[in-house]
């Protein structure tokens, strides 16, 4: 049975309830599932690397923060910066610093990569962590949002919780929909091979490091349009949006979700969000409860609820994950040298 | 800047490239051996120090307090494996990055809940607390001369662990073709745990020896983690020589770039990274 109808299903229905959502909410949870929301943008932008490319990249969180520190910057105190401006020059700037960070990354693989990107998103926390200039380790406020619209005629006004809930809404299901487009396109299927066979993907004739760092961009820059959207949504940017503890958690978010499914990051954002607030009005030891949360996902649901929905439909086990581990990094080592087993 | 002063950060640097050393070699031989990539490296140096910060509060005497502490890191460092590592060696690096940051996530808020979130300090050692005169105005502690000499002591005895024991060979054994060496009765296993606990506690005891000169304070680990991770993939992954060179080039990086460029300090370090990178993909002592 194919699970392509029930999903898409799930999906519209979730999209009606996030749509009527705000009439029965209160303006905290309007606030947090903006938040979440967000944080499903973000962690659909990174799948794009972890279960589509096959790049673990743990310095994600440069570019959500990278992004919203430029809609500060280029705010001026008292007076809000048009979107046409701003949007912009934040995502140019994120895709720049992904540019830069995957021209050094995406030439090595396996734990060099993992180490590198976390690398390089640290040094960008300690930048703005001690940049006094721009409110140091306590961050900095933006008290204008942009303004939508053309002269004096605004078309939507992001000072207001509901307006930017649905702002944020739109952005995520154009996202999802930006992001399926581009899987089904050649560039997409390129980028899936890589993630199969990176070898036989260059056998075929394809500039794998090219593609790769393409969709490094691509994520890069889509992380930042979720880091430009939280700074909207919140008014404040602070160096924990660069963490890599920020990081970490949208990996938590790509792999209980269901990595290599576009739906699965979102529902993780949410989940975990969401089990996040109910933790919290019981104990302040929210991390206890994560860190055994996620060993939990890591030992018993590696294929996140994305894989545990594929196995009650009946769907068999998706072995993707072990062939890309045999042919991904070993598989390097087999080609470059006749005794390669070892490592395994 | 004069001699003297270059003398002393120097002194400095290579002192904090030891410390650096003990950290980033466990992580390198944990990665190199058995193929596991351990964020939970860095919570192991915090451990070290927690525990000794706590300890002192009995004895008074750091050498007590080093030696209560460390079979006791050893014990923490085998439970681990045997509980949460070894289920990881046929996975992803995906999984061993989320599994090992989940007992970050952990051990940072038991740190939280048993110690608080205050700064402490831990007192010098009193025979070791005088100094070097340097000059007439200049002095260098013993202590941080004391550091440097205890860690080239380790560091000289792991170079013989490896290279000149039973043990050593069967732990290169393990990491050159893992079934063979199970094939010729070698318990894989056991040397597993054994390594990541050795790993482990060098990591406690650079927290440890180095607690009386940097405070301890929550998140400590964390710093001391990336740090690492720049060290050793300068130094090329699974290579000790290469965790040596990179330990040292941080830790004098770090400590000029503190003295002459104060307002890029934080930065400096990946610079050197990114230079190196550029130069070496696979670091400086790594394979290809």
Redesign the interface.
Known sequence: MSLKAPVTFFLLIAVAGLAVFPHFSDEFYLEFFTHLMVMGIFAMSLDLLIGYTGLVSFGHAAFFGLAGYLLAIVTPQDEAVALWLSLPVCLGGAALAALVIGWFSVRTSGIYFIMITLAFAQMLFYYFNENEALGGSDGIFIFSKPFVGFGDWQIIDLANPTTVYYFVLASLVACYLLLTVMLRAPFGQVIQAIRANEHRTRALGYDTQRYKLVAFVIAGTMAGFAGYLEAVSTGIVSPGHLHWHNSGLVMMHVILGGMGTLYGPILGAFILGLLHDQVQEVTEHWHLVQGVFVIFVVLFLPRGIAGLVGRLFGRPPDLDLEENRVAGEDGNKVDAEPNGERTK | MDLTTFLIQTLNGVQYGFLLFLVASGLTLI?GIM?I?NLAHGAFYMLGAYIVYWLMGYTDNLLIAVLVGLPIMLAVGYLIERF?IS??Y??????Q???T??????F???Q??FWGTDFYSVPVPSVLGGSVTLTETQVYPVYRLFISLICMTIAAGMYVLIGRTRLGMMIRAGA????MAQVLGINIGRVFAIVFSLGAALAAFAGMVGAPISSVYPGMG?QIL?IS??V??IGG?GSIKGAFVGAMLIGLADTFGQVLLPDFA??VV?AV??LV??WR???LFGKA
């Open positions: 990665f193929g990539i949460a289920y990881l046929d996975r992803d690096h995906l999984y990055v989320l599994l940051y989940g007992l970050i996530l952990i940072n808020e038991l939280k809940i050159s073709n893992r079934e964390d990336i991770f720049v050793v993939v992954i934080s930065v990946y990274m990114a990178l550029l993909p696979q670091g």
